[in-house]
């Protein structure tokens, strides 16, 4: 089992930056899938960037370019550098991992991008 706390969201304007971090409660992200997944009012949950069981990245469309993945395994963390927000970026962005064949989540942080 492992648990997945977020935080870092929050209310930011268009062209600002916000920096959000995932902290595992066990060493895990290593060797696993580890990312980010973001779901807006109405909107399916959508992948927003992660890395893969093998170290490289994947990052959705809209969000390259602005966005950066980050871990740091000593913490047991992930981030999400976050840059030249927009307002469709505002959505409820999830941590996310899959180990020993199982998703597991974390409870959510609010981004919001003001015009």
């Known amino acids: 089992q492992v648990q997945l706390v977020e935080s870092g969201g929050g209310l930011v304007q268009a062209g600002g930056s916000l920096r959000l971090s995932c902290a595992a409660s066990?060493?895990?992200?290593?060797?696993?899938?580890a990312g980010w997944y973001r779901q807006a009012p109405g909107k399916q949950r959508e992948l927003v960037a992660t890395f893969t069981s093998g170290g490289g990245t994947n990052y959705a469309d809209s969000v390259k370019g602005r966005f950066t993945i980050s871990r740091d395994n000593p913490k047991n963390t992930v981030y999400l550098e976050m840059n030249s927000l927009k307002p469709e970026d505002t959505a409820v962005y999830y941590c996310y991992l899959r180990a020993w064949g199982l998703p597991y989540w974390g409870q959510g942080t609010q981004v919001t991008v003001s015009s």
């Open positions: 066990r060493s895990i992200f290593r060797d696993n899938t």
